[in-house]
């Protein structure tokens, strides 16, 4: 027990709080990659995309885990809306940071690939995409952050992670399983946070032995 | 559903009455300016000494990160518990809401402010320096209006946080917009519910837009200028 529940609880609410707020994270990137590449590819695409993308992020969380039943014809309580929600969210943030990170490429580098002979598919993607990893990643720590942080309001529409200590302990006017949630909650967006920050340090490599120099 | 939804959107008797929309509205964005006015109050002055000086940059990067990992949900609940027995009236509810909401809106502002007086052209500082003018000369001339437009874009994205997070506080009893989405939910009416949440998302918009004319018209014509071209 820990501030009066049980270490079995808090397990299930932090599993169940990283598949609301990890899965959409995978989604949304996956959804956000082709995105920003055809804003960097087709620059009068990108003020419209951005700004469209990033009025997604103006919708209230608490608004759009409601508003999605109506659009899907899904019930209140299913994942899925918090699942479509978070991953809306990831993607009002990511799609500007992989446009940003694919913008960020070196023209020469770009040339270069292309006097090789690349075709521009296989150096989007042997090229351009691994040099901006380290702007992608950074963008994607904060989408993890965040949605950590706002998967926890969907305790309020009865959807089980985290967030259910805090509906919990405020129902019983006891801080202890606030507290525990919020410490939780900080330490998986933590985890996560150094989870991605590590995974970009593998996926690039090159950084490093520049650095060691 | 939809149709449940629109009947209920559009009668009037929703929209006036003191818990209508148009006064929860007003109640809403009430809390909400004070909660960003309060957090620019403390944010942007310790935000322009940070990019000015340059002191104290790594504390600024480190809390700002570190507060977004925490809940606000969480900290709402934590913040009423504590405050609320010790308070009275109208004031008990608002006063431990408002505290969050400022402590939310803190980080946003800090980093805008920082990220545009650092972003200053150096160039643009020495020049300064050169045709003799004062610290505080270059601060309030030079650096503070090339630095508005971060400035601002940290205003904005405080201001979305704020009214979002404010929606959430009606579960711990205030008036605003959010009322319609916990009592909608408590009373088992979804039309209300997500009547509530498209009104509110309607006022988000309609904020972030206001402040992004507000964004174009004061930010100085030599910084769109030098930008475009």
Redesign the interface.
Known sequence: MIGGVAWSTVGELVLRHLYLAGLPLLLGLLISLPLGWLATRYRWLAPPMIAGTGLLYTIPSLALFILLPLLLGTRVLDDANVLVAMTLYTIALLTRTVADGLGSVPGATRQAATAMGYGELRRTLVVDLPLAVPVITAGLRVAAVSNVSIVSVAALIGVSQLGQLFTEGFNRNDMGPILVGIGACVALALVLDAGIAALSRVLTPWLRAGAAR | ??SL?WQWLTDPATWTGPGGILAQSVTHLRISVIALALAALVAVPVGLFIGHTGRGRWLAINVA??F????????L??A??ILLPRLSGDLAFELPVILVLVLLAVPPVLSGTYAGVEAVDPAARDAARGVGMTESQILWQVEVPAALPLVLSGLRSAM?QI??TA??AA??GIGGL?RY??DG?ASRQ?EV??G???V??AL??LV?LVMAGIQRVVVSRGLVEARAG
């Open positions: 559903m939809i939804t990160g570190a977004r990992a925490i809940p606000s949900l969480g900290v609940f934590v009423t518990l979305l009214i979002a929606t959430i579960i711990v959010g989405l916990i939910q979804y519910m997500a509530g949440a498209i509110v998302a988000a918009l972030d």
